[in-house]
């Protein structure tokens, strides 16, 4: 059972769906575990993909936001092709657009799913 997030493949759009999961991350640990529970179910795609990310009720606390930011960067680099982000309380949306700042990343937040999708979808018509 998922304790931090969940990862769905949608085979027709060919996409990752993480929905993270109503959580605290607090300590380097929790981040550590967060990461444990996205990462064999991205490594089982066996390529990288389009990610769409629901940021849900997610809480990083200040002790463990720099080690999400690289748990974050780490699994961008390692699986995403693209990724777009919905929902989320203002504290993470905020925490995702200065990160992306930072890394010179597109934060594509958006307010939903059906907002994700067609940012996806526009970004694939235009490549």
Known sequence: MSRYASVEY????????????PATLATKEDVAAFA???????TKLRRKVDIIVNLGELTVRPAAVATY???RQRMLQAYALRVYRYSGSTLVRTRILTSSTLHGQ???????LTEAVAALVGDRART
């Not at 444990?36 to 991205?42: G, L, N, S, T, V």
């Not at 597109?106 to 939903?112: G, I, L, M, W």
Request: proline share 3%.
């Open 36 to 42: 444990a529970e996205i990462d064999p179910e991205m």
């Open 106 to 112: 597109v934060a594509n937040v958006f307010s939903s």
């Open 69 to 71: 930011d690289a748990a």
């Open 10 to 21: 949608d085979r027709a759009r060919d996409f990752a769906h993480i929905q993270y999961l």
